[in-house]
C-alpha cells in the first residue's frame, strides 16, 4: 500500500516558477512508477509527466515539454514537479500517481491533489 501526499502549489504571475513535492508512505515506492496529473475546472483530468522506474524514461505531455521536469528522490520517498515558464493555462489541481504509466487509468495510488494557480 502507498499513500501519496501532494505539497508546493500555490498562486504565482505567469511566467513564474513552483516546485511540486509528493511524499510517498510505504515500503514499495522506490519501484514504483511515478506519475504529475491535472484536473482543470470542467476538464478532464490529463497526464502531465511520468517517470519509468526501471528504465528512468519520462515522458512529458506536449503543452509543458521544455517548461516542466520530474524527478524523484527515493532515500527521501519523494517525487518533485519543477514547473518554470508558467502560463494561466497550467492553472489545474495537480496529483501525482504511482504504479501507472502513461495513462490515467493503469495507477493505482494517488494523492488528494494540490492547487495550482497562475495569473496573467
Known amino acids: 500500500q502507498v499513500q501519496l501526499r501532494e505539497s508546493g502549489g500555490g498562486l504565482v504571475q505567469a511566467g513564474g516558477s513552483l516546485r511540486l513535492s509528493c511524499t510517498a508512505s510505504?515500503?514499495?515506492?522506490?519501484?514504483?512508477?511515478m506519475g504529475w496529473f491535472r484536473q482543470a475546472p470542467g476538464k478532464e483530468r490529463e497526464i502531465v509527466a511520468v517517470?519509468?522506474?526501471?528504465?528512468?524514461?519520462?515522458y512529458y505531455a506536449d503543452s509543458v515539454k521544455g517548461r516542466f521536469t520530474i524527478s524523484r528522490d527515493n532515500a527521501k520517498n519523494t517525487v518533485y514537479l519543477q514547473m518554470n515558464s508558467l502560463k494561466p493555462e497550467d492553472t489545474a489541481v495537480y496529483y501525482c500517481?504511482?504504479?501507472?504509466?502513461?495513462?490515467?487509468?493503469?495507477?493505482?495510488?494517488w494523492g488528494q491533489g494540490t492547487q495550482v494557480t497562475v495569473s496573467s
Open positions: 510505504g515500503r514499495t515506492f522506490s519501484s514504483k512508477n
Open positions: 517517470k519509468n522506474f526501471n528504465s528512468g524514461l519520462t
Open positions: 500517481a504511482a504504479g501507472g504509466w502513461r495513462t490515467i487509468d493503469s495507477y493505482d495510488y
